[in-house]
Every structure is written in structure tokens, then in C-alpha cells.
Nanobody, 125 residues
């Protein structure tokens, strides 16, 4: 099982940027499609972005499309989420996770396998 550790969260003003990082423990990281999800207080966890194991294909939730960019470096066992144009509604705990398989279309939460512990992102208005 892959161990995942997120970092890079914090407090930022609306319109600002943050870069989240996800470090994976195993060299088999490159075999996994990966993704980011988030959970705001009192709300269900929701999908944010996903990336194929090769890095060649990505999916985004409509709410973040054009503002967030997911990327990865398999040689470093790392994945990132570059967030810009942040809005107060982006406030949430952000989780990185492995995808159990890759298929066409936006993943559902049941497609994800191993999860990190999460990192808090707070956007002030």
C-alpha cells in the first residue's frame, strides 16, 4: 500500500495561489493514477483533479477547471496541485489519493484507494 503525505496548505487571500505537494512512499508510485479530492466543513468529500500514471491525461472538476493544475514527477514519487485564482469556496481539507484504475471521465470517490491525511487550505475573502 502506498503511503501518501500532503503538504503546502495554509491561509491565503482570495485571488491568491498555493501549491500543494503529495509525497508517496513507494517506488511503485509510477504505476498509479493519482488524484486530489477535498472536503469542506459540513460537506461531502468531492473530486478535484486526477492524473494518469504517465502524466499525459488529466481530469478536473468543473469548479476548478482553468484555475488548478495537477502534475507529477514519477522519478521523485511526487504529485502537485497548483492552485491559482483561489476563492473562499475553495476552503477545505485537500487529500491526495491513488486511483484504483483509470477510465474515461471524471472519477468518483469509490475509484480512489489509498488516502493521505490531508492538508488544510483556507481562503479568506
Amino acid at each position: 500500500q502506498v503511503q501518501l503525505v500532503e503538504s503546502g496548505g495554509g491561509l491565503v487571500q482570495a485571488g491568491g495561489s498555493l501549491r500543494l505537494s503529495c509525497a508517496a512512499s513507494r517506488h511503485t508510485f509510477s504505476r498509479y493514477a493519482m488524484g486530489w479530492c477535498r472536503q469542506a466543513p459540513g460537506k461531502e468529500r468531492e473530486f478535484v483533479a486526477a492524473i494518469h500514471w504517465s502524466g499525459d491525461s488529466t481530469y478536473y472538476a468543473d469548479s476548478v477547471k482553468g484555475r488548478f493544475t495537477i502534475s507529477r514527477d514519477n522519478a521523485k514519487n511526487m504529485m502537485w496541485l497548483q492552485m491559482s485564482g483561489l476563492k473562499p469556496e475553495d476552503t477545505a481539507v485537500y487529500y491526495c489519493a491513488t486511483l484504483q484504475y483509470w477510465r474515461a471521465g471524471v472519477p468518483t470517490l469509490t475509484d480512489f484507494g489509498s488516502w493521505g491525511q490531508g492538508t488544510q487550505v483556507t481562503v479568506s475573502s
